[in-house]
């Protein structure tokens, strides 16, 4: 099993020394040049209400027709989860040191379930009237339909799970917060350890370990702008 993060196949953060809690960002961008991905922390808990406000950004990320289809499972004190989560990701240092795990689930299916409250809050915070409901709600439920005759609802649901996942390693980062977001998982596993083992209609996109950093990821640098960044058609310069 693959025991890289994401950043660690992309940027090769290797480079790493002892370093002090990190001072937060103060805006998007700063975020965005700030954040590296960390292997290693510090034991101390994150206070709760960083925790909470974190959460709380998170789940005002976007998602396809605002189905809200992702949900993101907390594990820090669960003894059994946390040595699952430890064993899903091939002993990854960040699942044994991070004080706080974040699982990303998506759910391909939310769209069959009833989602009255979410009209009834847009309706209510004056963002949708009721003609807008009712073409969205038909809407909607025709594009699903159209995704599950493809197979693709469960890529539909882990896109809207990474979004609110990006969300989280920015956040963190204006908050003060070390994050890593961890890949070389196995899917059934973290399943388990999370108690959706038998949830066939439940997928796992990210992992995501958050706390403070006990060591300094310095910046390996990106290509220039022009190698990935295109106008109009790939490959146009």
């Known amino acids: 099993m693959s025991t ?3 950043d660690d196949r992309v940027d090769g953060d290797d480079n790493a020394v002892d370093t002090p809690v990190p001072t937060p960002a103060t805006s998007v961008a700063e975020a965005i040049r700030a954040r590296r991905t960390i292997r290693h922390y510090r034991p101390e808990p994150v206070p709760a209400d960083l ?3 974190l959460l709380e950004l998170a789940v005002e990320a976007p998602t396809s027709w605002n189905l809200q289809d992702r949900s993101i499972v907390v594990v820090s004190d669960d003894a059994d ?3 699952g989560l430890i064993a899903a990701t091939g002993g990854q240092p960040q699942a044994h040191e991070a004080p706080v795990l974040l699982v990303f689930v998506a759910e391909p299916q939310a769209w069959r379930e009833d989602r009255a409250d979410v009209y009834e809050r847009a309706h209510r915070n004056g963002a949708w009237n009721d003609e807008f409901v009712a073409m969205f709600a038909a809407e909607s439920e025709r594009f699903q339909r159209d995704l599950a005759a493809r197979g693709m609802l469960r890529e539909y649901a882990v896109k809207d799970a990474m979004i609110a996942a990006t969300y989280v390693l920015l956040a963190a980062t ?8 961890m890949n070389g998982w196995d899917e059934d596993s973290v399943k388990r350890a999370i108690g959706v083992g038998d949830r066939d209609d439940l997928a796992v996109a990210l992992v995501v370990a958050v706390g403070y950093p006990t060591e300094e990821r310095r ?7 022009e190698r990935n960044v295109f106008r109009g ?3 146009a310069r």
Do not use: C, M, Q, V
Not at 174 to 180: D, I, K, M
């Open 4 to 6: 890289h993060t994401i």
């Open 81 to 83: 989860a946390r040595a």
């Open 233 to 235: 058609r790939y490959g």
């Open 51 to 53: 925790l909470d406000t």
């Open 219 to 225: 910046h390996p640098g990106r290509r220039p702008i």
């Open 174 to 181: 204006e908050l003060g917060l070390a994050t890593s977001p």
